[in-house]
Structure formats: C-alpha cells, structure tokens
C-alpha cells in the first residue's frame, strides 16, 4: 500500500470516520458492507470482512491490505468489532485492549464472574448448556428472569420470563445446540441508567451519567442525581472498569439504582449506541469521537469535567408494519429547545419489528440549561409525533 496507514477502523460509524478526518489521519475501514460514496472519500482503502466469529480472516486481510504498514492505532467503532480489533493490536504488536480483556468485557459470564470476584455487586447467572432445564434456571436465578446472548448488545434478542412456565416456554424457544451461546440472569428491578467513561492507562479520565428516561427510547445526559447517588455509581464505575483491567479507550457501562445501591449489569469497551455520543458532545461541548480516536493514538486529551447543558434525544421507532401516516413532525420541530428531528419514514414503507435498543428511524434532540427543563421538552415534542402504522399481509 502506498499511503502509510495512521489508523485502522474496525467497523463503521460516522463519527468516528469524521474525527479521523479532522485529524488528519489515513483511515483503513474493515467492514462488511461496502462503505457509502461519502464514506469512501474519507478513507485511503477498506477490507470486507466478517467482523463477528473467527478472527482470524480478519487479521490475515488486514495485515495484507496493510503490507507491512505499523498503524499508530486500532479503533473498534462498535461492539461487533470489539475482539477483531484487540486481535488485530496483537497481531501488531501495538497497545490497546488486549485479545484477553476484550474477551473480559464481550462474554458476560466471563465479565460478571470477575466483577463479582473484586466485590462489584451483580445479578445472578447461569451459563446454559443442552440439557439446561426450566428448573434449573428458576433454582440459579429465581423469577422473574432474562435470556439474553452471552456476547449480546442492545437487548437484541433478550427474552423475559415471569413465571417459572414463562421459562420454561423462552428456554423451548432456543435451539439446545445453541444454548451453550446463552445465559440466564436475575431480572432486577431498579432505575435502569447507564455511565460513559474515558480511559487512559488505567486513569479514568471522565465521566458522564446518563439517564434511561425511556428505556430502549429515551436518554438525558448528563442525569440529574444527588451527589451521594453519583458517587455511588462513579465508584461502582470505577471497580468494575478495574476489575476488568480496561485500561485504554471509552467504557459504556450499564447499571440498576436499587434501594441497596447501585448494582452493576453490564461493561462494553466501545462507544455506546443509542445516540449518547451525541448527547456528550451537546452537554460537554466537545467532539467525543475526537477523545476516542486520540485516546487509541496512545494520547490523554483534556476533556472539559463540568456540562454546560443538558442534551436529550428520542429514537424514533414505532414498532413492526406498514407507515399509514406520519403528521406532527412540524409541530414538534417548533417546540422549544429542539434542536434537531430526523425522520426517515414515508407513508407506505414497511417496518420489521425493532432488534435492538440501537435501531431506529429517526430522532428527537433537544437542548435546556438543566434535566428537568429537557425532560419537559422531549416529552412534549415526542407528543406531536404521530405516527400510525397497519399490519402487513
């Protein structure tokens, strides 16, 4: 290859390639679907390839569209990335989560055991096999209970049981010879949030709460909690991010607040969905994908500590069918403190139903000097919105 590689790119969104760009690095894209025309003028070349499963076609095309080229650094840009790039540091001999931590923080059996060992409080689990039984589940976790893929994100795939039959009818819905891909779990009752961090060897750089005001739907950053709550949930934070020995990058972390305090559910080290990249950058002014890419450079950026707002968005999705008619969306355009509503729906287009909590078509965001006065904003915006859908044939 011809042009030196500054940074390999292991899955695509946006904002990463945009910081890139601003920085002037030469990206190399490993992706499976080819890059859009936008995309492609921003990147000197890409590699398709599976980013899920054995790593290693993975390496061995990038270390040969690489041609010997030492990139200063690997950045994954999502959770399907996140073993192919500490693969692929490895194979490189350059720093960065290591094969072994990014294993830590993908398998969550793997992830909970070593959050539990360094005392950070946890749900229940059990790690299913073929012959797991309903009543096996029920005497590990108890009911009500969740399923979920052991290397799952965005609740895609999760199945919630009640009662013991309801286990028993979601454990017969999973494949025996797939199980061994599937954990059980405590279903928890709390306030579902989640908390972002930076990372710099070993040193957390920032923190930002963030507040599930819809779960699944709905976030407010920075969340409004009272100073003994977010200390609890920074220190949480802390010793589950020390537990896995995530050294470098950006952590999404996701917990309950419970009568008892907080409980850990789960760490990713990647970017979060769920437009929170978005969110940090309109509450702390400043570019977050900026802070990733410097941060997998080997760098320790300054990172404003304080927001000087507070941001919100709503994703749009309205569930499985056909678009019968969409109206408001002018109407909440002009409510007060939106900045921005995207929607990509037009009348007659179907919908399948939504996979994960990062799927959407579209999107509320709005600005206001604190929690409240956003929460009161998006409420009344995403009440405009009318979008009625009909069932397909």
């Keep these: 290859m011809s042009t030196p590689i500054d940074l390999v790119l292991v899955g695509y969104r946006p904002g990463a390639l945009h910081a ?39 390496i061995e095309r990038t270390l040969a569209r690489l041609s010997g080229n030492v990139p200063r650094g690997v950045v994954s840009a999502g959770e399907r990335g996140v073993l192919g790039a500490a693969a692929l540091r490895a194979a490189l001999g350059i720093q960065g989560i290591d094969p072994e931590t990014a294993f830590r923080a993908r398998d969550k059996p793997t992830m909970k055991a070593a959050a539990r060992a360094a005392g950070v409080p946890c749900a229940d689990w059990l790690e299913l096999g073929a012959d797991t039984t309903a009543d096996d589940l029920v005497a590990a976790v108890g009911v009500p209970l969740v399923l979920k893929h052991r290397a799952g994100a965005g609740t895609r795939g999760l ?144 990172i404003p500590p304080d927001s000087r707002r507070a941001a919100g968005v709503w994703m749009l999705h309205p569930g499985a069918g056909r678009v019968r008619s969409i109206r408001g969306l002018g109407t909440a355009r002009r409510v007060l403190g939106v900045r921005k509503l995207v929607c990509r729906l037009r009348t007659g287009r179907t919908l399948r139903p939504r996979a994960s909590t990062g799927s959407d078509v579209g999107w509320i965001e709005v600005w206001g000097k604190n929690r409240d006065q956003v929460a009161k904003r998006l409420q009344r915006a995403y009440d405009h919105v009318d979008i009625r859908m009909e069932p397909t044939d």
């Design 159 to 302: 199945l919630v049981a009640k009662t013991a039959e309801e286990a028993g009818a979601c454990l017969a819905s999973i494949d025996p010879e797939e199980r061994g891909g599937w954990m059980a779990e405590r279903f928890l009752r709390g306030v579902e949030m989640s908390i972002e961090s930076f990372v710099a060897n070993g040193r957390i750089l920032f923190t930002n709460p963030t507040e599930y005001y819809r779960v699944g739907f709905a976030n407010i950053a920075p969340a409004a909690l009272a100073p003994n709550a977010l200390a609890a949930v920074e220190d949480l934070n802390a010793r589950a991010v020390a537990a896995l020995g995530i050294t470098r990058g950006m952590t999404h972390l996701e917990l309950y607040q419970t009568p008892d305090g907080p409980i850990f559910g789960e760490v990713a080290v990647r970017p979060p969905g769920g437009r929170i990249m978005r969110l940090l950058r309109r509450a702390y002014h400043f570019d977050p994908w900026d802070v990733v890419v410097r941060l997998e450079l080997g760098e320790a950026p300054d």
């Design 20 to 58: 890139a760009a601003r920085l002037g690095l030469n990206v190399l894209l490993v992706e499976e679907k080819k890059p859009s025309r936008g995309a492609g003028r921003r990147i000197v070349d890409w590699v398709r390839v599976a980013l899920e499963g054995a790593q290693e076609e993975l």
